[in-house]
């Protein structure tokens, strides 16, 4: 059974860069493309990153672009999500989710954590 667990949440500061991590079990990681989700209550999940299985392509919202990276080590089937520059407006919890190789970013993705939230105070 495929599990993804997020780690790498907390509390920081406006400015300031906060690395979030993704770990898949259960599955070959390879076989998966791998995104990034968020969402803040009440209001409807927002897409923020996307990556290929290889890690040759990647897909990021408006919002987060120039400022976020997504990124993927298949040796140690864990996925990441680097942001900088953090501003309140990123609070969210944030969910990796995965998706069969070959799913585009605005695809159906079949698997998802339980995520990890992220607070960004002013």
């Known amino acids: 059974q495929v599990q993804l667990v997020e780690s790498g949440g907390g509390l920081v500061q406006t400015g300031d860069s906060l690395g979030l991590s993704c770990a898949l079990s259960g599955r070959t990681f390879s076989d998966f493309a791998m995104a990034w989700f968020r969402q803040v209550p009440g209001k409807a999940r927002e897409f923020v990153a996307y990556i290929t299985w290889s890690g040759s392509s990647t897909e990021y919202s408006d919002s987060v672009k120039g400022r976020f990276t997504v990124s993927r080590d298949n040796a140690k089937n864990t996925a990441y999500l680097q942001m900088k520059s953090l501003k309140p407006e990123d609070t969210a919890v944030y969910y990796c989710?995965?998706?069969?190789?070959?799913?585009?970013?605005?695809?159906?993705?079949?698997?998802w954590g339980q995520g990890t939230q992220v607070t960004v105070a002013s």
């Open positions: 989710a995965a998706a069969w190789s070959g799913t585009p970013w605005y695809g159906e993705f079949n698997f």
